[in-house]
């Protein structure tokens, strides 16, 4: 079970959820087009009075209660969502567009939200109430109320233009195929501890009912961060998203990846969000594609097509000459950033002395994305040549990197404007040990003791604990965040250091077991902050709970 505070009722490919949205304390019916809306309070009616129910929410299942009476939930698909109840008279709508064009039925026309909600009562009625005297025909509510046998039935049907009449299962063999569909998706997950099983659960339907069908811009399913308010694609989130998906769901988790090819721009850009509606390219995201990409491969049952691989292929190796060519200043060697959301993490200290931005993460990520370009390049036809060229591009990054940025036991940045260097107590300087078996031993060493240093009870602080500048509630600023761990621990696995990569991976699990899937944590105290339904972090959980099937810790 699940808070409807935390964590939207929805359903895979849905636009559509039921909550309770921020500042309100009612049941809401929302979609996510173009961002979140709340189409219309749901509330339920018991004696002529309002009631607060007692609600109990399943992936499959919403039920509401009070006393003896009760309302029922669930979705027939991701266009049409079902209710039943006995004893209350349900209200939907308070200052809505509501009208009716036949008995028992009435449609929810609410612009700001891009659709509109066919209301068809299978059983029982529905009458429209204004909800103030007026000569206006608007607003009203619908109230549907029980038939003689105290019971009713509705559907509730999303559409754009026009509504026609659909053919209808039972409310029973809708729930039913509901759970099936649920539990059928959860199979495919990565697998777990024990102690991790309840979290493996709900992150898996965090991930499945967050996941919308195609609509507008977005040509193939999708997986939004989230069906509270982070309601877009960002480009490098998809991708933690990607890996946990490849070894059960593998067109999905291909998917992730190639609703950012499809929005790459003539320059060899991903876009910084996409939705549904809007798309812009102000800030770009760091080049994780090529890191990821060859996590996934290694997670597919089996190899993509060959069409697929020369997509990515082409698209990874334009993304990193992009950055090659319009992030390098004359003469330069090394990329920059122009905004802390171009790293993706947005407000971290490392920013502060302002941008252009020379920052090691960014080289280390584009490394690695040409070791990986060298290595697909073979697969995809191209020449021996081509693949080696690759090579010598990532090795030349690599030295003009440790030149520039390595200052005996730790990286700094260098700012654009000043050329100055840019000390930091964020944890982003220690990320260039994703490069593994390419650094020196004593520098793997010296990046290890940097990562353990941000280490809490809970996992890693974003911004060293001691610094001054750090913030509990910071976003970047301190924070716990899944994409940073995730990135750390398969940099500590590459660099042998397995005992504190274990220690990581557990104590970011028990974090999730014990907050859920936040966007991010608090790092003293493990709370749960921000949007608190994230698929990037339940993600990065579902891969780090697999990581540690199997072993003691």
């Known amino acids: 079970m699940f808070s409807l505070t935390d964590v939207p009722f929805s359903y895979f490919e849905s636009w559509m959820s039921i909550s309770i949205p921020r500042k309100e304390t009612d049941l809401f019916l929302r979609n996510c087009h173009n961002g979140p809306h709340n189409i219309c309070p749901i509330q339920m009616l018991v004696k002529d009075e309002v009631v607060e129910p007692e609600v ?4 499959w299942s919403l039920i509401l209660s009070h006393g003896d009476t009760r309302v029922e939930i669930c979705f027939e698909n991701a266009d049409t969502i079902r209710l039943r109840g006995r004893g209350a008279t349900l209200i939907l709508g308070k200052r809505n567009l509501i ?15 891009f659709r509109r909600y066919q209301m068809e009562a299978l059983r029982g009625t529905i009458e429209l ?34 509504w026609t009449p659909r053919d209808r299962g039972t409310f029973d063999d809708c729930l039913a195929a509901a759970e099936r569909t649920f539990k059928a998706f959860l199979a495919t997950m990565p697998e777990a501890r024990d102690q991790d099983q309840p979290a493996r659960e709900l992150a898996a339907y965090v991930n499945w009912s967050s996941t919308v069908g195609p609509c507008g811009l977005l040509e193939r399913p999708t997986l939004f961060m989230s069906k509270n308010w982070m ?51 102000n800030f770009s995201k760091p080049p994780v594609h090529g890191w990821a990409f060859r996590e ?21 190796r334009r993304q990193a000459d992009w950055w090659m060519t319009h992030r390098r200043g004359e003469g330069g060697r090394l990329p920059y950033y122009l905004h802390g959301n171009d790293s993706g993490w947005d407000n971290s200290t490392m920013f502060d002395q302002g941008v252009p931005l020379t920052a090691p993460d960014l080289a280390a990520l584009l490394i690695t994305q040409m070791d990986v370009l060298s290595g697909l390049a073979g697969q995809v036809g191209e020449s021996e040549v081509t693949a080696q060229s690759w090579k010598t591009r990532a090795n030349e990054l690599q030295v003009a990197l440790m030149d520039e940025l390595w200052r005996g036991d730790h990286f700094v940045a260098i700012s654009g404007c000043t050329g100055q260097e840019v000390e930091s107590h964020s944890l982003i300087p220690w990320l260039p040990i994703i490069l593994g078996e390419r650094l020196p031993k004593d520098i793997r060493n010296s990046l290890k003791n940097g990562v353990a240093s941000h280490l809490t009870e809970w996992g890693l602080a974003t911004e060293h604990v001691d610094s001054p500048k750090y913030n509990p509630d910071g976003y970047w600023t301190g924070p716990i965040w899944g994409p940073s761990t995730y990135l750390a621990v398969t940099g500590l696995d590459r660099c042998g250091f397995t005992e504190l990569a274990d220690e990581i991976s557990n104590r970011f699990c028990k974090l999730c077991g014990m907050s859920g899937f936040a966007e991010n944590y608090d790092a003293l105290t493990g709370k749960g902050l921000c949007d608190l339904a994230y698929t990037w972090t339940a993600s990065v959980f579902l891969l780090l709970a697999e990581r540690m099937t199997g072993r003691d810790t």
């Open 56 to 59: 109990t929410a399943l992936p």
């Open 99 to 113: 009208y009716s064009e036949a008995p028992n039925r009435a449609v929810i026309n609410e612009r700001a939200a």
């Open 129 to 162: 109430k204004q909800v103030v005297p007026t000569q206006r025909v608007f607003p009203k509510t619908a109230h549907v109320h029980p038939g003689p046998d105290g019971c009713w039935e509705l559907a509730i049907d999303e559409f754009w233009s026009t």
């Open 231 to 281: 309601c877009n694609v960002w480009s490098w989130d998809q991708c933690f998203n990607a890996m946990a998906l490849a070894g059960g769901q593998p067109d999905l988790a291909l998917d992730q990846m190639l609703v950012l090819v499809d929005h790459q721009d003539e320059f060899g850009s991903y876009p910084d969000s996409v939705n549904d509606q809007v798309k812009h390219y």
């Open 296 to 316: 996934i491969l290694k997670r597919l049952p089996k190899p993509p097509s060959s069409e697929v691989m020369r997509t990515m292929y082409v698209s990874l």
